[in-house]
Structures are given as structure tokens and as C-alpha cells.
Nanobody
Framework: QIQVVESGGGLVQPGGSLRLSCAVF????????MGWYRQAPGKQRELVAT???????NYADSVKGRFTIARDNTKNTLELQMNGLKPEDTATYYC???????????????WGQGTQVTVSS
């Protein structure tokens, strides 16, 4: 009942910027945490940034000062502004949504298909 769709990935030169977007479609779901994760070939999926309750933010040390996460609570969208991109930022970026279903009151955890970010000259 919940669909998560990412967009905005692409190829960018080192030092450049990209903005990723995540749209959440569905109903009867109370979002608690939204976040971005990434996975590079041969590596574990790792947290990039999350926002909880619309007020609490968490960033990986590797992206602090460069990436900014923003949630629009009225539209159920999530943005990730990425500045000063480095080759090591190259990965597939996934949007994640966690919350409580209003119909069953069960915990829900949803992922998008991912969007590719490649940082290369």
C-alpha cells in the first residue's frame, strides 16, 4: 500500500552537486522516519541521512557538512541535497520510510528501487 519512488540521480564531476528526491505514495501510514541509504558495489548498504519526526536529523560522518536532508511533511517527500560530491559518494541511493500503519498499527518499513549517483571526471 506504500510506494517509494526516488529520482534525481545521475553523473556529476567531483565537487559538483545533485539533488535527490523521494516521493511516498499511499495512505493509512503514519511516517516516523524517512532517510537515505546508499550502497556501492562490494560494500554494505550504509546510512546517509535520516530525519525523524520532522525535527531530528542524523548524518553519516562522511557526509556531514556536504549533504542536507529535508522532509516536506505536507507532501510526504524527502530531498537530499548533495554538495561537494566525491568519487567515494558513488553508489545507488535508496529512500527508506518507517512508520506505523493506521489500519493495523503494525510497524512498516518500505524501500524505493534506488537511484544511481556516479561521481567521476
Amino acid at each position: 500500500q506504500i510506494q517509494v519512488v526516488e529520482s534525481g540521480g545521475g553523473l556529476v564531476q567531483p565537487g559538483g552537486s545533485l539533488r535527490l528526491s523521494c516521493a511516498v505514495f499511499g495512505r493509512n501510514f503514519n511516517i516516523y522516519t524517512m532517510g537515505w541509504y546508499r550502497q556501492a558495489p562490494g560494500k554494505q548498504r550504509e546510512l546517509v541521512a535520516t530525519v525523524t519526526g520532522g525535527v531530528r536529523f542524523n548524518y553519516a560522518d562522511s557526509v556531514k557538512g556536504r549533504f542536507t536532508i529535508a522532509r516536506d511533511n505536507t507532501k510526504n517527500t524527502l530531498e537530499l541535497q548533495m554538495n561537494g560530491l566525491k568519487p567515494e559518494d558513488t553508489a545507488t541511493y535508496y529512500c527508506n520510510v518507517k512508520g506505523i500503519r493506521n489500519d493495523t498499527y503494525n510497524y512498516g518499513d518500505y524501500w524505493g528501487q534506488g537511484t544511481q549517483v556516479t561521481v567521476s571526471s
